[in-house]
């Protein structure tokens, strides 16, 4: 398959994963808890309205919340979660017309979010996965996970989620294991720093721009400020890294295993950044 060809296939695969506000209902700005100190607007409790959410479900201050520091905000991704719910779960039905079923609703987007999240790194390990057993293993789950988006809320709200989020993990990590033993071909990455907060590799501040990363296992790392100006990052793992103000200028995530929106607009980048269809540059990044 051509590059060209397989950057159609991104963008249609993905299609139904990125969020549209325009078809939800401000669920990530009521049914979530906010934290100041994470780069929200004031401490909120699940089920409170965000004091910036309009009538009409959008936000009073969308377009200044960069400028304002509100990185909680424009990092945030539900995975096209809230339009999931909004239209096809509840077929147009709203919170505020519907108050009695507005604590329902709100459970209900986030066991979804946690669906199209898994649908996500599940797309991303079809694309890239090249055994066709495995991947075949991969399509079986990919239906299965949206088949359980289509649930009515009652179901969705008693299936074991995290059955199936263990179910979705082994073929992930199998993905993972699979293609980075192949592009590393034997040979190991130059990362030498075994240092771990809770289990996972801290590389907090860390010059990495001489570092070979490729095929590297960066699953839960924290990258937190780690200067990654211009290094490849090709079928590195970053599920789960923390790349918060993380030097991705010049960067190659184009062809990296699990990237993704939110991580990418939580980090430095700009125009020279690769990454890849799935994803979408911040406007705030650097020329």
């Keep these: 398959m051509s590059k060209e060809n397989r950057g159609k296939l991104e963008i249609e695969l993905y299609k139904d994963l990125r969020i549209d506000c ?3 209902f401000g669920f990530c700005c009521i049914a979530l808890y906010f934290s100041a100190s ?3 607007p004031t401490d909120k409790e699940a089920g409170e309205p965000c004091i910036n959410l309009c009538k009409d479900f959008s936000c009073a201050i969308h377009k200044d919340l960069r400028n304002k520091g509100l990185k909680g905000c424009t990092a945030y991704d539900c995975f096209g979660a809230g ?3 909004a239209q096809g779960t509840y077929r147009g ?3 505020q017309q519907n108050k009695e079923l507005s604590k329902q609703m709100f459970q209900v987007f986030l066991v979804m979010r946690q669906l199209h999240e898994m649908l996500w790194y599940l797309t991303n390990a079809y694309i890239k996965q090249t055994d066709n057993n495995i991947k075949d293993k991969i399509n079986y789950m990919i239906n299965e996970t949206e088949r359980l988006t289509h649930l009515d809320p009652n179901s969705l709200l008693v299936t074991d989620i995290d059955l199936h989020r263990n ?5 992930l990590h199998q993905t ?3 293609l980075r033993t192949k592009v590393l071909k034997g040979q190991k990455t130059s990362l030498k720093r075994k240092k771990t907060i809770a289990g996972r590799l801290d590389l907090i501040g860390t010059d990495l721009r001489k570092t070979n990363l490729r ?3 960066l699953r839960g790392a924290f990258l937190i400020a780690a200067n990654l100006s211009d290094v490849d990052l090709s079928y590195a793992d970053l599920i789960g890294a923390d790349l918060r103000d993380a030097d991705i200028r010049g960067t190659n995530l184009e062809n990296s295993l699990f990237i993704t929106q939110a991580q990418v607009n939580t980090a430095k980048g700009d125009s020279k ?3 890849p269809k799935s994803l979408t540059r911040p406007q705030y990044w650097s020329k």
């Design 93 to 95: 039905e709203n919170w």
């Design 176 to 178: 993972s294991e699979f």
């Design 215 to 217: 095929g590297a296992d």
């Design 83 to 85: 339009q999931r719910v």
């Design 38 to 40: 994470d780069g929200f």
């Design 273 to 275: 950044t690769r990454l």
């Design 167 to 171: 179910q979705v993990n082994s073929l």
């Design 22 to 24: 325009k078809k939800c």
